[in-house]
């Protein structure tokens, strides 16, 4: 797909590298035991694809839908469960995987929400991360990239449902403002 509006910000090949890597820690760090990976819907479904190939152990898959009702570049703050878990997270090492953190209020609220559930442990696994623009407190456990304010594509992430399926990370360029 060429689009004058994309420009590479992270290659296919150092995400599915960076993603091995991430594997291989969170592997070592959860020796024993089925791992209860959560996929937040949409945006993180290929990354929940690719690292959980490259964990070596056992893991359970399950999704969640999460809307924070906002059609462009910028999130409302308002969030709403869209789509619940199908299984008890009881007494489970939860991993919550998500494409990226940006305000941070999807995950702060998602935190809340789940610790209530009485996981035995449960930690997150962002792919990409925007410190700058953070308004609520995330403890990230694993972070594929660091990037600056800029609004990215790709891999999952979509500007107005677009783009989900490129291979790369793209800066989204341009006067889309997005509303
Ligand atoms: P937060 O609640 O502000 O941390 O937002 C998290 C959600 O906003 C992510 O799961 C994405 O769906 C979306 N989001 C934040 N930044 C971007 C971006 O640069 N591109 C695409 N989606 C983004
Ligand atoms: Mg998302």
Redesign the pocket.
Known sequence: MVDPKLRVLISSEKIQARIRELGEQISRDFPEGTLHLIC?L???CFFLTDLARALQRDVYVDFMG?S?Y?KG???S?E?KVTKDLDASLEGADVLIV????????????LMHLLEQRRPKSIRIAAL?D?PE????P?HVNYVGFA?PD????GYG???AEKYRNLDDICV?EGDSSGT
Request: aromatic fraction near 8%.
């Open positions: 937040i949409k945006g993180a999460i924070t906002g570049k910028t999130s703050g969030v998500e494409d990226i953190v940006d305000s941070g209020v999807t995950l702060n609220y990409l925007k623009r953070r308004l609520r995330v990037i800029q609004f990215v594509v992430l979509d500007y989204l």
